[in-house]
């Protein structure tokens, strides 16, 4: 059973934007740090931004930097991923996963909780 809930995803032309949103279900967020991954058909699983549970650290994948913000609103119990200047090879499915610890987040097989994920297609 999922116990995160991701949306937002969709259809968007190169150079757009799109706001995923990562929700707990039955559980708070505010004690876990939080990673979004990515898996396009054909594709390794790619890890793309976390935030820890305060908010005050957050990294990146080299290769959504400067493009790609991950922010939170605990009071809302939901984690953010805008993305902004989107390119087809961002195309894929999205994810969040949350884990016990800043430092491993990241590392999928040791998350806490994930979801299903939402579909994000990057096509003129």
């Known amino acids: 059973q999922f116990q995160l809930v991701e949306s937002g995803g969709g259809l968007v032309q190169p150079g757009g934007s799109l706001r995923l949103s990562c929700v707990a279900r039955r559980f708070t967020l505010d004690y876990y740090a939080i990673g979004w991954f990515r898996q396009a058909p054909g594709k390794e699983r790619e890890g793309v931004s976390c935030i820890s549970s305060s908010g005050g650290s957050t990294n990146y994948a080299d290769s959504v930097k400067g493009r790609f913000t991950i922010f939170r609103d605990n009071v809302k119990n939901t984690v953010y991923l805008q993305m902004n200047s989107l390119k087809p090879e961002d195309t894929a499915v999205y994810f969040c996963?949350?884990?016990?610890?800043?430092?491993?987040?990241?590392?999928?097989?040791?998350?806490?909780?994930w979801g299903q994920g939402t579909q994000v297609t990057v096509s003129s």
């Open positions: 996963a949350s884990y016990r610890e800043f430092k491993i987040c990241g590392d999928y097989g040791r998350r806490a909780h």
